[in-house]
């Protein structure tokens, strides 16, 4: 769901409001530690031991330790066998490193433990949760993670935590609303934890795309059947959720959520379902993914594409445009056509998904990106890195590089918890975005879909 810069906020009961004062609580102490030492350093240089035990040893014991220690030396050369030397552990460097310190942070500061879930009021939105997902799918891909030893099994645990956490999202058909609130009852996730934990409520596209795209993620991780079912569930969702009513301007697309009155559609609720339906078209090879795939696509390009070659936001039910640009959008019609040129072997979509990047990095500037949430680069970066895989060419890799560096130098708090927005707060869902593009510069490409 969008949200703007000035939306991100920070309370003094934030984890990172938290953090600060406990530092500011660690230091006081650290100051009045170091005064008391100062204080009483004439007493400290005292032995607090008998005086005999400072007196030196005698010159006669002395001799008797050196040839002691002669004689032993002697011994260990006449049987010396050479030492094998032990293969040191493999190590994360680089980028490597820095998304593991920073999805440590996030795990710090915003998971719940014990719940699956991730702190929020009381539990974080669904579209924060798959972010921290996408996260933990990511930094579990990351190259070399598996070899080290402990870190690969403790990834593939918080694969399955958030498998669990994902559950308290799951409303099977929007059960207690009144009748006509919601245009759809098929099984897919709530906006908000649903209940009876939570007050559960629309079930919103884009947010189900993006669970389906890391439940694909993560059965090619895990290979448990379960995630791929799920993935398949929300992908029926996304397909009833097509919108032909004929009195719409340009009829098609999904809408924002399931809300009866909900009528804009999107490319974010659109594009990223034609991955999706990708994701799985390659795994299941049923046709029904590939055509639903080239459908959203198509629709996008033909109602929202612009003459400057990005993409609008939406268009609302009286065919009114929304022709603010976002990265994300961009990010999803590249990658998008990046997998259709996969799937098909069409080279119009690869032409298409280059014509795409081109118009984006020529607006995209890193300030343009900067003033954006990072959410929204790091969908850009993982489409724009993947559509460098596939057509073996250079898209995007030093700007995500460029990004993260400079989130590092200037959005970077002690703890390795970043902030963004206007002021300038910490969010879970700042922070997993942060680590997933750190992630995605380590991982190789395969792993990004």
Known sequence: MPMSPGHLRMSPHTPVARYRAARRGALAFALTAAAWLAAAGGAAARSPYPAAAQRPPSAARLAQVARLRARAQARAASTHVPRRKRKPSPTLHGDALRALEAFEAMQRHYYVVGSGLYAGEPFSYLWPFSQAFAATVSMANVEGVPKIPGLGSKLAEEVHERLVGLNSYLDLNNSGASEGTFTSTLAAFDGE??????????????????MGIELVRTYEFTHKAAALGSAEAIMAFEMAGWNEDPQLVCPGG??????????????????PAAELALQLYRVTKEAQYLQ??????????TCLLQPNGLYADHIGNQGVIEKTYWSYNQGSMIGAAALLYEATGNANYLNEARSTAAAAQSYFSLQRLDEEIPFFASVYFRDLLYLGAVAHESWGTSLAQAYVNHAWEVRRLPGYVFEAGT???AQLLVQAAIVQVYALLASPPSTYF
């Open 193 to 210: 934890v649903a209940p009876p934990v939570g007050p559960g409520g629309p079930k919103y596209y884009d947010d189900n795309d993006w």
């Open 254 to 271: 999904i809408p924002f959520s399931n809300i009866s009155q909900s009528t804009e559609r999107n490319t974010v609720t659109n594009a």
């Open 292 to 301: 639903f795939a080239e459908k959203a696509y198509n629709w996008v390009r």
């Open 423 to 425: 002021p300038p707060s």
